[in-house]
């Protein structure tokens, strides 16, 4: 295992954590396994508790939402933590996915997506690297990243989250992120990353996504098509898991990983956080990982209705820090209870503790416990942007055309742009920005791909724009731009089980095609699409997949400044009929 962080030779990490665990009280041991939401602990509580870790669900954002107010948050949870009895710092987690993307002003770089399209995992590691100094900018240290999923079924909403239905391809833009997340980000600073989601996550079948009516509202749908396959069932055999689904996490493991967050699906019916063969026997026995398990949001509880059952179950399979996330005071009286009714073995506790402390210490969190507010001043600066730029260029994907369809041409008399999405940074975006869900419209700056052709196309160019392409009757051009949009979405909600584009598509991509000689269409999308309908009315066709705030890198390409570079990191259906 690479060294990661500590000065200090593993010895001398073990035995401060021993001396610092032979301290603690019970009470202060269930504290630092307790992983809780801003929102439902205040400073006081993470103090008088020792909780080990507070977070930021998908959009737990302060009010107002600028890095400054991140800063502010964050810091006043560590000062709080400092000052408990035995002055152990928390870690401050958050979805830092494609960039610090809850934080409206922060750079938003492409999903894994466009990033496994781009196969280049110095630009990942870069990537990581500029996430973790915006992070360290706001004191949070702890990256719900990487995703290491091989998605096998593109009907999952989480499909975009993955880089690659290809193994290695993961495994290595998986390590690129690790190594940029925990080299240094600012003096002497990391970023803690957590490898998600172990394991399987990504082999589900359709239709094996499970309700629980004790946590009501959570992971439910009307909808037919949501919540169909993520958090679902893999029904695959155990050569299938290691050979397909496991390889990342070996591979995480050797390059310094220290966290693992576990899965919320099952693996042939029995769910990953009661899995106990594979996260004590496999994961930390077979593969030697030694660092510390959390579980995801709530999981723990989707065990069993009896809050403390399901702490059992879990933590006895090999959880050792829980993302709970409300419920503080009833999960320490929970997991006590367990210990003193011998549920829960003091040795499985205190394995746990040693296992959150050791990656404490390694990381140096004693000696600097906060982030660097000097660095607020790079959170979206145009260096990072830059880069971010570079990532949306290399992620482009030519499905169809040649020249000289493309380049466009800077100075041509009209440009024609239609599509919801060529004006939407919230579309550009996807999931997982600003709010859990994504959002339509302005959600945070950026250049959009409208703003980014006004800029490019000389000044004697008449740029016109219309989302649904309704312009006057004779309006032609020599050329005209469609963004075809998936709305945004996170999760299940973004399960589908029919990816052909909407009629409505259909019939904006025929109406721009009466309207022009040439018609180029760019697609945003959180994984490939039955694009059969408008195969033939358009004379180029390109993947963008969700680049981000940096619209520009698309016309870095589109009129010709850079050549076409991506690759398909999942294969592209044909038709409805090859959904499996
Ligand atoms: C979510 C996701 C996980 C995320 C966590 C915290 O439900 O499954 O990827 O890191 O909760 O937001």
């Known amino acids: 295992m690479k060294a990661i962080t500590t000065h200090e030779s593993r010895a001398a990490v073990d035995a401060r954590v021993e001396a610092l665990l032979a301290q603690m009280t019970l009470a202060e041991k269930i504290g630092q396994m307790a992983q809780i939401e801003k929102n439902s602990v205040t400073p006081e509580q993470v103090r008088d508790h020792a909780v080990g870790s507070v977070l930021s669900g998908g959009g737990g954002n302060p009010s107002p939402n600028t890095p400054a107010d991140w800063a502010r948050m964050v810091r006043d949870f560590q000062e709080a933590a400092l000052q408990s009895r035995l002055g152990i710092p928390i870690w401050y987690g958050t979805d830092a996915v494609h960039g610090h993307n809850n934080v409206r002003g922060a750079t938003i770089f492409p999903h894994n997506i466009g990033l496994g399209a781009a196969r280049d995992a110095d630009l990942v590691r870069r990537i990581a690297q500029v996430t973790a100094r915006e992070m360290l900018a706001t004191h949070a240290n702890w990256a719900f990243a990487p995703e290491v999923s091989v998605p096998q079924d593109i009907r999952w909403g989480r499909t975009f989250e993955g880089f690659s ?106 769910k990953l956080h ?76 205190d394995d746990a503790v040693t296992r959150i402390l050791r990656v404490k210490v390694e990381f140096g969190l004693f000696e600097r416990p906060f982030g660097d507010e000097t660095l607020l001043a790079t959170v979206g600066c145009d260096e990072h942007r830059q880069i971010a730029r570079e990532a949306v260029r290399k992620s482009l994907v030519l499905l169809k055309g040649e020249p000289p369809v493309l380049p466009l041409a800077r100075t041509a008399s009209r440009l024609l742009i239609a599509g919801a999405g060529a004006d939407n940074m919230g579309r550009q975006c996807g999931g997982w920005t600003i709010e859990w869900q994504g959002k339509e419209g302005d959600i945070t700056p950026g250049t959009t791909l409208l703003q980014a052709v006004q800029q490019t196309a000389s000044a004697s160019t008449e740029v016109l724009y219309d989302a649904d392409g309704a312009f006057a009757d004779d309006v ?23 990816l052909a584009l909407p009629p409505e598509d259909v019939a904006l991509v025929q109406r ?69």
């Open 512 to 580: 721009m095609r009466a309207r022009c000689d040439r018609l180029i269409v760019v697609l945003y999308s959180g994984r490939p699409l039955v694009v059969d309908s408008i195969l033939d009315q358009c004379d180029a066709l390109v993947a963008a997949w969700l680049p981000g705030t940096e619209a520009a890198g698309i016309t870095d390409v589109l009129f010709g400044d850079y050549p076409f570079h991506g690759m398909l990191p999942y294969a592209w259906p044909r038709g409805e009929s090859a959904q499996a």
């Open 274 to 349: 009661a899995h106990r063969y594979l996260l004590t026997d496999v994961l930390k026995g077979e593969m030697g990982f030694d660092g510390f398990l959390v579980s995801d949001w709530l999981a723990a509880q989707q065990l069993d209705a009896d809050l403390e059952t399901g702490m059992v179950t879990a933590i006895n399979a090999g959880l050792d820090m829980i993302m709970v996330p409300f419920r503080l005071t009833e999960f320490i009286t929970a997991v006590t209870r367990a210990v003193s009714d011998s549920r829960i073995a003091l040795s499985r506790i």
């Open 165 to 270: 239905e290809d193994t290695a391809l993961v495994s290595e833009l998986g390590v690129a992120v690790i190594e940029g997340l925990q080299q240094a980000a600012a003096p002497d600073q990391r970023v803690l990353a957590s490898v998600k989601h172990f394991v399987a996550d990504g082999g589900t079948t359709w239709g094996t996504t499970r309700s629980y009516d004790w946590i009501p509202g959570w992971w439910q749908s009307a909808d037919p098509q949501r919540w169909r396959i993520d958090q679902g069932d893999s029904r695959i055999d155990e050569a299938t898991l290691r050979a397909v689904h496991l390889p990342p996490y070996a591979a995480a493991i050797a390059a310094g990983a220290r966290n693992i967050m576990v899965s919320y699906s099952s693996w042939n019916g029995l």
């Open 476 to 498: 032609q051009a020599e050329s005209a731009l469609v963004v075809l949009s998936e709305v945004p979405y996170a999760e299940g909600e973004g399960d589908r089980q029919h």
